[in-house]
């Protein structure tokens, strides 16, 4: 497993410098949310979600997050959004995780054992991912951070697992 955390950590470093261009959030999708980073990788077949923008429809992230456990967005005087908020379109949630696309990322931290992640943006907006994903009678993932070769997986109980990544 620390072959795993130090794998880890250097890849969610080479975040630093890539541009937030896309989130998905919003009704229908509860507290989960999804984030897209860096160069906009063609999809072979655009996908159907009228939800998504045109952008999202016909691209995927170099890196990406998919969010499932806790999350905040805080600026430097107050909290943005989390994962608690209403997610209806034009709700709290979604106006304020709007508020990072576009965004430079300029630094992130990696919190251990618990792999909690925070992502600084250049508007000096930071997203914190906090894995409570505990109850290993449900088995649920905190989140998945896709990298352009490989997903880690940090699941219950923040159990650390990597996977091939097949970008389209």
Known sequence: MVMYMNQFIGAVKALVEKTCWGV???EGTGSVIGVDFGKKINRKRPLSNIHLSEEQRNFQGEYDLFVECSWR???QESVVC???DANES???MVSGLNRIVGQRIVAVNANLPAYDLELRFD???ILKIFCDETNESEDCDNYTFGTPEQN???GCRSQLSIE?????
């Open 90 to 92: 034009y709700g709290t």
């Open 82 to 84: 989390g994962s608690k």
């Open 164 to 168: 091939e990544r097949n970008l389209y």
């Open 24 to 26: 998905t959030a919003g």
């Open 123 to 125: 508007n000096d907006l």
């Open 73 to 75: 967005i805080d600026s």
């Open 152 to 154: 880690y997986i940090v």
